[in-house]
């Protein structure tokens, strides 16, 4: 896990530095291309304030919103107090692992809607969900709290999770994932003061 993941910060700090070398090339060439005078060839119909305005304009309009993006993305990283809580989709069931370092998996019971070992969340505590997969993209989807993260192979998806109310709620896999599609249930108990499996 850890290779991958210095692979993956390897690949996009490549990408970031692809990302700066282009347009600090493109307006070097803009550049000279506008301040070297001689070498191009200007016809009647053409205005040069309507090319730089076209041309600057939007490059300008793209990095502005590269950097917005960026800004994003670096919010994502930032930590928040609560607890991380690793959740791995499988053909066709679900794998938990808590903060604390346990990992369990989560199979379909008798019942459609139920299983051996659902999620335990704690009431008001903070909790920063890290989502991924095994094997293909499957959706941890939990209707009644409006969560829903695809679980995408070679990718952590996360999300955080303020549980404000106590009960039994019941998701499911929202990405048609293969033949056991419907057998995935997800069950979280959010619960006062305990602690996770």
């Known amino acids: 896990m850890i290779i991958n993941t210095l692979t993956y910060f390897d690949l996009v700090s490549f990408i970031l530095a692809l990302c700066a070398f282009i347009p600090c090339w493109v307006f070097s060439v803009l550049g000279w291309q506008i301040f070297s005078f001689g070498n191009v060839i200007k016809l009647k119909s053409d205005s040069g304030f309507i090319e730089f305005c076209w041309t600057v304009f939007p490059a300008l309009a793209v990095c502005l919103l590269c950097f917005l993006n960026i800004q994003f993305l ?42 051996d070992k659902p999620i335990r969340l704690i009431y008001g505590v903070p909790y920063k969900l890290a989502v991924t997969s095994s094997d293909v993209i499957h959706s941890f989807s939990l209707p009644d709290y409006h969560v829903k993260v695809d679980a995408i192979p070679g990718r952590i998806n996360q999300t955080i999770f303020y549980p404000d109310r106590m009960g039994v709620f019941i998701g499911y896999c929202s990405e048609l994932c293969g033949a056991g599609h419907a057998y995935m249930p997800i069950v979280l108990e959010i619960v006062r003061g305990g602690g996770n499996h």
Do not use: H, N
């Open 74 to 115: 670096a919010g994502d990283f930032l930590s928040i107090p609560g607890r991380i809580y690793k959740i791995v989709g499988r053909q066709w069931y679900w794998s938990y692992e808590t903060g604390a370092g346990s990992f369990y998996d989560s199979m379909m019971s008798d019942f459609v809607t139920g299983v």
